[in-house]
């Protein structure tokens, strides 16, 4: 989210739009299932405080950039973090069964 706002020119996105939603999906849920701790959905919101220094930058209504990150995390990107931590927490959990389980003969 953070490379939308600040390395991506203004209006590259409008055409693309949705590729940069799977993309950021794609990293939200890969960010989550790689820590696999209830603690990635506290970095979740670190696109809100880098965004918070923009202010009112390219927006016509006056709405700070950071409320409409705010509202994007809190909507669709803290769920999509919660998905990927409960698929890493499940795929760690399935690997440490089976590789402590005994061999029958």
């Keep these: 989210m953070a490379v939308a706002i600040y390395v991506v020119p203004d209006g590259w996105n409008e055409h693309h739009e ?8 794609a990293v939200y849920f890969a ?19 880098l965004a918070a220094p923009l202010g009112v930058q390219g927006d016509a209504d006056g ?3 950071w409320w409409w ?3 994007d995390t809190s909507m669709i990107f803290v769920w999509v973090t919660l998905a ?13 069964r089976g590789s402590s389980a005994a061999p029958t003969a």
């Design 84 to 96: 990927g931590v409960a698929a890493g927490w499940l795929l760690r959990r399935s690997r440490h």
């Design 63 to 65: 709405t700070p950039v």
């Design 18 to 25: 949705a590729g940069w939603t799977v993309a950021l999906v």
């Design 69 to 71: 990150v705010l509202v």
């Design 31 to 49: 960010a989550g299932a790689l820590i696999g701790r209830w603690w990635a959905l506290i970095l979740a919101f670190l696109p809100v405080l």
